[in-house]
């Protein structure tokens, strides 16, 4: 049998530029290329061949730097979903925006330029689950759903005899509008590449979370107080929106992520009447009137992670002052993010904030209303795909180490940590 080698060139021991190679006889196949999500990380790191390109859904750490990576390697051929290709674009733009706002200011290089976007866009072959691709004559791709969020796929990769899984971003409950992850089998596979963002944590029930968040914001909207939903772009914002909707709750704003709702509009079915008409605010004039009205609202603000200089930092600025008010966070948060700091804060306490220190008085809370998949699913998936080496990467280092002492190798199975550049002979 040829040569089978997998590198991670990012996404190893940590969260964002996911991207991880699969050396299979004289091809090479990568699973995402993503931007970084940490100032510590530059991006993907690799300077080998590449033939493949296959991108498992459109969350920027998955997707953002595919131009650069076409850049390197033009002849790259590249397959996603048509979401995924939807929302790649939107990413791309917006890092084109940012970029350009941050060159005016003599303090970035842009990443890639809106050419190198169009020809991405264009050089992505649309895949749809359940339907295998041939690559070459013996090498083929089966995207399968992941339930992450719209498009997310996982990636079935046979080769020869040997079957290899990627799980990407994988979720098994059903959100609001994506159903979950089919509970996939497999008489045996040689690799499984697997995330690990909650390895060590099992949620609890998904519908008493929802019904306590709902609980929780009536009591917001009861007492006057302004609720801010720290909400990622893509996925969490529309479910968060829905819940809302459907609870009768009001009024909802949603501030950002308008061309993501829109593809979700037009993607899933359950989209049409609930995101029709969202209310949302024109100019920043609208936003300080609602803020100093002090009128009972909830406002679903991107980023879900609370970073500096974006509408969820500037909103959550204006009313961590007041009792009041809330903060309720219900997506991963960035270690070295503010939404960690946030909900690690105690109130009466002063903490650093949009460059400044801010005195947090209202209320926060934490709702795990995540679109992965937690410890005892992860564990369930291993059992049912019987893999001989399991991969675990898009975790945080030191919550894989804790996983894997709590759960060593054995002598059927070899788990091993990803880490950027380390070769794995399969």
Not at 49 to 76: C, E, F, K, M, N
Not at 217 to 231: D, H, S, T, Y
Not at 287 to 296: G, K, V, Y
Request: negative net charge; aromatic residues 8%; proline residues 4%.
């Amino acid at each position: 049998m040829s040569k089978m080698v997998f590198t991670a060139a990012g996404g190893a021991n940590f969260i964002g530029a996911s991207a991880y190679v699969l050396k299979l006889g004289d091809r090479h196949i990568c699973v995402d290329w993503g931007q970084s999500v940490s100032k510590s990380v530059e991006g993907p790191q690799y300077d080998g061949s590449l033939d493949y390109l296959l991108l498992t859904h459109g969350h920027a750490d998955h997707i953002g730097l595919v131009p650069v990576a076409l850049r390197r390697w033009p002849h790259l051929k590249i397959f996603a979903t048509a979401e995924t290709k939807e929302l790649a674009k939107i990413a791309w733009s917006q890092t084109i925006y940012h970029s350009l706002r941050k060159e005016a200011q003599n303090r970035h290089q842009p990443l890639f330029t809106r050419e190198e976007a169009e020809i991405a866009e264009k050089a992505i072959v649309t895949i749809t689950p359940g339907e295998t691709i041939n690559l070459s004559g013996d090498i083929q791709v089966t995207p399968l759903p992941a339930g992450h969020i719209l498009g997310a796929v996982s990636f079935l990769v046979e080769y020869q005899d040997e079957t290899c899984f990627f799980s990407g971003d994988i979720c098994y409950h059903e959100s609001f509008f994506v159903p979950g992850a089919p509970l996939h089998t497999l008489d045996r596979c040689r690799l499984l590449v697997r995330e690990s963002v909650y390895i060590n944590t099992d949620f609890d029930d998904r519908e008493s979370i929802v019904r306590d968040f709902v609980q929780s914001a009536e009591a917001v909207l009861r007492r006057g107080g302004q609720l801010l939903v720290p909400a990622l772009s893509i996925h969490r914002t529309q479910e968060m929106y829905a819940i809302a909707a459907e609870a009768g709750l009001g009024p909802v704003y949603i501030d950002g992520s308008r061309q993501a709702t829109e593809v979700y509009r037009q993607f899933a079915p359950r989209c049409g009447e609930v995101l029709e008409n969202v209310p949302r605010f024109e100019s920043h004039d609208e936003r300080r009137r609602l803020i100093q009205s002090r009128e009972p609202a909830i406002i679903i603000a991107s980023s879900g992670m609370v970073y500096e200089n974006t509408l969820s930092a500037t909103w959550a600025e204006n009313l961590i002052f007041r009792e009041q008010n809330a903060i309720f966070t219900v997506n991963y948060q960035d270690p070295c993010g503010q939404g960690h700091r946030l909900v690690h804060s105690e109130k009466g306490k002063f903490i650093p904030f949009n460059g400044g220190i801010v005195k947090r008085m209202c209320e926060i809370r934490h709702f795990p209303l995540s679109a992965h998949m937690d410890g005892t699913d992860g564990q369930k998936m291993e059992e049912r795909l019987n893999p001989d080496i399991v991969v675990y990467a898009h975790g945080e280092n030191d919550q894989i180490e804790t996983y894997l002492e709590a759960n060593p190798s054995t002598v059927n199975r070899k788990k091993i940590k990803a880490e950027v550049g380390k070769e794995i002979e399969l």
